[in-house]
């Protein structure tokens, strides 16, 4: 009697006899990648062993990461035909073979079929690359890396997305479009929220919120658009990351699957709460996009309508005036509660607040910068024509200066009218007030490298903007010369 263990190995060796065809496929595909990624390998010879996060191929890096995704794609619906195929589901279900032997058998031959290719004609490629140019091992390993961690990221979260439709779901229908919608949103959510609900209303420049959706794309579809960034040590463990992470998830869906039956072939959802969860992203990601532009109204009206055909189309019920009224009710609640967080955001200023002093050092680069509607704009520079012939002010000196613009920030009136303002698209200039502050540990700013940043601007009154910049000019450590004012001009 062979063990589980044994049993996985022998029925993974036979699904890997019978889809020979698909590891053909894909080492062509990646075959082809490899021409192509060797007919760029000159770039790298124009950076030089110091300079690390340089990197122009990597348009081409993407459609071969994509190319390779959809060949994992559809190995990974050949190998799991049963859950949407009903007489493949009576044979696979009336084997005596457990649910645990089913999944790691197939996740095994997948390992086969397109993770050690993908890894295999990598080191070709780093091999080929060290041979063929005269870069150091040490640049071409890293370059390699990150190109290979891509393609492995890329491939594992499609074989996450479509691994997961296909177990909470019985219809192929469902499957193929629960899949594009959850690699869409997870792709596009992050910075959908960010421009909709945080910058539109921050008043500080939310540095830490924006360099993580920055890198967001790690762990999507879309991993190469990180080769923008280089061949890092931040982008390489980043993409390591969601290499492991997606793995991981692989295997923990294990615990979905053995929940399946051979009854729920051909049901639209196996559980409830995955459609929920399905329509939950869709709406909050549509949402979240016509906020941050609202010349995409339309899309709203066209997220109801695919809401409504998701429920009708997945529903095992019969359709009636009920049913369909709360079904419009539900999606009423979640309209109320993103534009509800959406006006929240807005009155605490994009979950930001006033500048925290903790920041500020000794040493404080400063440069205040106020526009008013009549085209003056007043501008001081603590380095410009400093009377101490210091570069920078104190911790003292640099909050008088930010007590000034709390002050002014304090004096803002908000208001739902006002709110609606921010989505009307117009070309009048406003009244804004601007702080930007580097703080470093000596006076020598332009020999060392800032140790934090603070960038504060927003709305005011021209009164107001007024007011700012003669509290500036009374400040008895600012000298009148280095308040510089000037006409604007719009071109």
């Given amino acids: 009697m062979l063990s589980v263990k044994n049993r996985i190995i022998k029925t993974s060796r036979r699904d890997f006899r019978v889809n020979k065809l698909l590891f053909i496929i894909t080492n062509l595909v990646l075959f082809i990648n490899f021409i192509m990624q060797m007919s760029m390998r000159k770039f790298i010879t124009y950076y030089s062993e110091s300079v690390t996060n340089s990197y122009t191929g990597y348009g081409l890096a993407q459609a071969g990461s994509v190319a390779i995704a959809l060949c994992a794609v559809f190995t ?12 493949h589901a009576d044979l696979a279900y009336s084997l005596p073979a457990s649910a645990k032997e089913r999944f790691f ?3 095994l031959t997948l390992l086969k079929l397109h993770i050690l290719p993908v890894i295999f004609w990598n ?3 780093f091999i080929a690359i060290f041979l063929t140019t005269d870069i150091t091992l040490y640049m071409v390993a890293r370059y390699s890396a990150v190109l290979m961690f891509t393609e492995l990221a890329t491939s594992l979260f499609v074989i996450l997305a479509v691994l997961l439709c296909m177990i909470c779901c019985g219809r192929l229908a469902e499957m193929i479009y629960t899949a594009v919608i959850i690699t869409v949103c997870e792709a596009a959510l992050p910075a959908c929220i960010y421009y909709s609900t945080i910058s539109p209303f921050t008043v500080q420049y939310p540095y830490d919120i924006e360099n993580f959706v920055t890198y967001c794309p790690a762990w999507s579809a879309i991993s190469a658009k990180l080769m923008e960034f280089g061949y890092s040590t931040k982008v390489l463990l980043l993409l390591i990351g969601s290499t492991i992470f997606s793995a991981l998830l692989i295997t923990l869906l294990y615990f979905l699957y053995k929940k399946r039956d051979g009854k729920d072939t051909g049901k639209p959802f196996i559980f409830s709460a995955y459609r929920e969860i399905i329509l939950i992203l869709a709406v909050v990601t549509v949402t979240t996009y016509v906020l941050s532009d609202t010349s995409n109204l339309i899309l709203l009206p066209a997220l109801l309508l695919g809401y409504l055909l998701v429920r009708i189309l997945s529903s095992n019920s019969k359709l009636t005036i009920i049913r369909f009224v709360k079904w419009v009710g539900i999606f009423a609640v979640y309209m109320v ?3 509800g967080v959406n006006i929240l955001a807005y009155f605490c200023n994009g979950f930001t607040g006033k500048i925290d002093e903790a920041k500020l050092t000794e040493y404080n680069h400063v440069w205040a910068l106020n526009t008013t509607t009549d085209d003056i704009t007043a501008s001081y520079i603590s380095s410009h024509q400093n009377p101490q012939d210091k570069n920078t002010l104190t911790k003292d000196e640099t909050m008088q200066i930010i007590d000034i613009y709390n ?4 004096s803002r009136k908000k208001s739902i009218s006002d709110y609606i303002h921010h989505f009307k698209r117009t070309q009048n200039q406003v009244n804004i007030v601007s702080i930007i502050i580097r703080t470093y540990d000596t006076d020598d700013i332009y020999n060392n490298d800032d ?6 601007d927003f709305n005011v009154s021209k009164a107001e903007a007024d007011k700012v910049t003669e509290k500036l000019k009374a400040l008895s450590f600012i000298a009148p010369e280095q308040i510089h004012e000037q006409k604007s001009y719009n071109y």
């Fill in 76 to 87: 990974v619906f050949t190998l799991f035909h049963e859950l949407y195929s009903k007489p």
């Fill in 105 to 107: 058998s197939k996740l």
């Fill in 123 to 125: 080191i070709i490629q």
């Fill in 337 to 339: 509660i993103i534009f």
């Fill in 407 to 410: 002050s002014a920030f304090d």
């Fill in 451 to 456: 140790i934090d940043y603070i960038d504060f």
